[in-house]
């Protein structure tokens, strides 16, 4: 396409048009200048595609585990391979752009949208999202990131006004996308429907130019989330150049309007089209004729799957099962099984492994019984909206009995639970963290009589676990798509070694987790987020809170010994990346995965921080016996804080620790770095500012005890004839929140010039 005699053609109308939806998932297209209709579907764990003009009518396609499952891999290959797995459905069935991945934080466990997010730790969420792209767009299909910011919650997510301080902001939800941007180039970024600090999002300036554009370098196109457009032109003003689905022209008119009504400049209409024009002709581009081979899809999504399993407790080796004895199956989701989420990423499959059938099909000798213990909620949006309430939320007598009595014949009981879909998806939030009472009631059942009972979540989020303790295994397998059944038996029957690992906390109870949650107080529309940085495991951290189970926590089958931390340089300059590096050895009887995480924590910090950050990981597979160099490297931001004042990341200078770790709460070995800034950076004082800043500087703390120790040697404060120069030191400390200019109080006659003195000759000293 020769863009820019294209737009020399185009009449205003037409570039308005371009601006905006066809339809559900179509760009308009326009015959005259040969301009095509782009379509963009649904993801992002499977294509979701509208046939023809049937809403509920959807075009098969395969469910690969969801982004909360994809996480728990810890395994960017995984995400990658799934990102390249979806983009041959996307062409065969002639889809450009699939609208994914969904990147939120998870700021609360209660989001019903978390199931669609990965993690709660940023870096994480962005090194992931960053290879899932990578492999969606190295097909030849565009990636949409998603949603763009701070949708963190579904309750009143239309309108609702997230106020966020600007360090949190940026290190915590925007930093994933700032690393897909920089590390994978997305084609498009969703822009979501919430307010950001009393802005929309469709209308951040801020958020869609200045950060998104000329901070980050992102060249695709912006557009809105379904029906997210406020005002549609300050909308394009701001920096989104598609609004979607179809206004029925009405944007379109206001575009035209405000242009002749010169509240519109047209050179900023034209900006848009340029890059709605590059964007058709990449979509555009890729080769269509991709054959799809159904079954090859589904065994990609079983071999993902198996990645994502969790292992979360495994009391004396109860798991692998044995191929022989008896072997409870209980639960009606052993049967009709909770593979992915609700909402507008709900795939249509054709093909789903059922758990039940795939265990009694690699049982070997041993004999499977089954009791349904409770009736799982019907997969039906009608359904729903006529019986809301889930089946099994009231025990069921008849059918836990009936479980009980095939529980106390087997050698072990595997007990299928979780979340039905009306307890979490897109358009709701949870108001608790329980699962349905009659599925609670039938594992305390099943283990009072069975000691051996296994239990087998399908969940988008954490839940409580009131019987935890009376139960000898926990497997979390989230909604890990269709080939969940196939992975979770051979999981389960020790064919695969679980290397899942946990990419949120899961808290004990609600009352322990960080955010005050907007669902909880309906008549709020401002959710402010005041735990700032603390999100997730820098909450229970900073807090010393004891989780259910940490962030990146999971088992083995087998176990893994760490040795040997090193790091590239136990000194570097601010500038400077440092590799870190060390052994793992496989030191029990089975090949598995383990995935080493290095978190980096400041020594001595002279501002607010979280006691650790992840800032690296790896996944090594090893043979019984085999050990292997785990290597990362930290970056300069590893070591960052974002300053609002600078508007910039800083690396505050001095001692850090490089803690290698198989959790958050698991740390395996730690070695020192020391970091200087190559040009250090001088303070500068004021009558405002506090001795404590003053004395973290060492010139600082010498200036002031000059000043000082000769008044404390002879003031009341030393009636006691202490020495002086010690006395100092604890006043200086004890008072160290105070302001220069409170100095003043200690005399009255002291004049306010003695301050500004002491301001000048406090800055002279610190910056020689």
């Not at 809301?388 to 014949?409: F, L, M, N």
């Not at 603390?534 to 926590?553: C, M, N, S």
């Not at 009636?719 to 005399?747: N, W, Y």
Request: overall charge negative.
């Amino acid at each position: 396409m020769d863009i820019n005699a294209t737009m020399k053609k185009m009449t205003l109308e037409e570039k308005a048009m371009l601006c905006s939806g066809l339809n559900d998932h179509f760009t308009k297209p326009i015959p005259r200048l040969d301009i095509p209709s782009v379509d963009v579907e649904d993801g992002p764990h499977g294509l979701r595609k509208q046939m023809g003009e049937d809403t509920l009518g959807r075009h098969p396609g395969t469910c690969f585990p969801s982004d909360v499952a994809l996480a728990s891999s810890w395994n960017p290959d995984v995400a990658r391979c799934v990102g390249e797995a979806l983009s041959r459905e996307c062409l065969a069935a002639d889809v450009s752009v699939l609208l994914g991945p969904a990147m939120n934080i998870k700021r609360s466990p209660l989001c019903g949208r978390n199931f669609e997010y990965y993690s709660e730790d940023p870096f994480q969420s962005g090194t992931m999202a960053a290879a899932y792209v990578q492999g969606l767009q190295s097909q030849g299909t565009g990636a949409c990131m998603k949603h763009f910011a701070a949708n963190n919650q579904e309750f009143l997510r239309m309108h609702i006004d997230a106020e966020i301080d600007e360090r949190a902001l940026r290190e915590i939800y925007l930093t994933g996308f700032e690393i897909v941007v920089k590390e994978a180039h997305p084609w498009a970024v969703m822009a979501a429907y919430n307010r950001l600090n009393g802005a929309y999002c469709t209308e951040s300036r801020r958020l869609l130019t200045d950060i998104l554009r000329d901070e980050w370098g992102f060249d695709g196109i912006a557009m809105s989330d379904w029906g997210a457009v406020n005002i549609r032109e300050d909308a394009l003003a701001a920096g989104l150049e598609l609004e979607m689905p179809t206004s029925g022209g009405y944007g379109d008119r206001r575009i035209v309007a405000a242009v002749r009504e010169g509240r519109l400049q047209e050179e900023v209409l034209d900006v848009a089209v340029e890059r709605m024009l590059r964007f058709i002709d990449k979509a555009t581009k890729a080769k269509r004729d991709v054959n799809v081979d159904r079954q090859s899809q589904h065994a990609a999504a079983v071999k993902a799957a198996e990645e994502c399993i969790v292992l979360l407790k495994n009391d004396r080796n109860t798991l692998p099962l044995k191929k022989q004895g008896i072997i409870a199956v209980i639960g009606g989701m052993a049967e009709t099984p909770r593979y992915q989420g609700g909402g507008s990423s709900n795939v249509a499959v054709e093909q789903v492994d059922i758990p039940l059938e795939e265990m009694r099909g690699r049982a070997g000798d041993a004999k499977v019984l089954y009791a349904e213990g409770y009736v799982t909620e019907r997969n039906d949006i009608m359904f729903q909206l006529v019986v809301p309430e889930c089946p099994c939320e009231y025990p069921d007598g008849q059918r836990i009995a009936e479980a009980v009595s095939a529980a106390k014949k087997a050698d072990c009981a595997v007990v299928f639970a979780g979340l039905p879909e009306s307890y979490e998806s897109e358009g709701g939030d949870r108001k608790h963290l329980r699962i349905p009472e009659g599925q609670t009631a039938l594992i305390e059942a099943v283990a009072a009589v069975q000691p051996n009972t296994v239990v087998v979540l399908n969940n988008g989020a954490p839940v409580e676990m009131p019987w935890l303790g009376d139960v000898a295994a926990v497997v979390e397998s989230y909604v890990c798509g269709q080939g969940f059944g196939r992975a979770v038996s051979r999981v389960l029957f020790g064919e695969v070694n679980p290397s899942g690992k946990l990419a949120e906390t899961f808290p004990k109870s609600l009352s322990d987790t960080p955010a005050d949650f907007p669902a909880l107080a309906p008549d709020l529309e401002t959710t402010i987020y005041r735990e700032g940085i603390l999100v997730g495991y820098r909450y229970y951290d900073a807090k010393e809170i004891q989780p259910l189970f940490p962030f990146g926590h999971g088992l083995s089958y087998t176990t893994f010994a760490y040795s040997g931390l090193r790091l590239g340089s136990d000194a570097i300059f601010d500038d400077e990346t440092l590799e870190v590096a060390l052994d793992v050895a496989n030191t029990g009887e089975m090949a598995g995965a383990e995935v080493v995480q290095f978190y980096v924590a400041k020594q001595g910090t002279a501002i607010f921080r979280p006691v650790a950050e992840l800032k690296g990981f790896a996944k090594v597979f090893l043979k019984p016996g085999e050990t292997k160099q785990v290597s990362v490297h930290l970056p300069p931001r590893a070591f960052s804080w974002y300053d609002p004042e600078k508007a910039s990341w800083v690396v505050e200078a001095g001692g850090y620790e490089i803690r290698a770790a198989a959790s958050s709460r698991d740390i395996r070995a730690v070695a020192v770095l020391t970091v200087s800034n190559r040009t250090p950076e001088m303070p500068r004082f004021d009558r405002n500012s506090s001795i404590g800043s003053v004395i973290r500087h060492p010139a600082g703390r010498e200036v002031m005890h000059k000043l000082l120790e000769g008044f404390v040697a002879t003031s009341f404060m030393n009636q006691d004839g202490q020495d002086p120069a010690v006395l100092t030191d604890v006043i200086l400390d004890r008072f160290s929140d105070m302001t220069l200019k409170s100095l003043k109080m200690l005399s009255a006659q002291t004049p306010m010039e003695v301050v500004d003195h002491l301001v000048d000759a406090l800055n002279k000293a610190v910056n020689r």
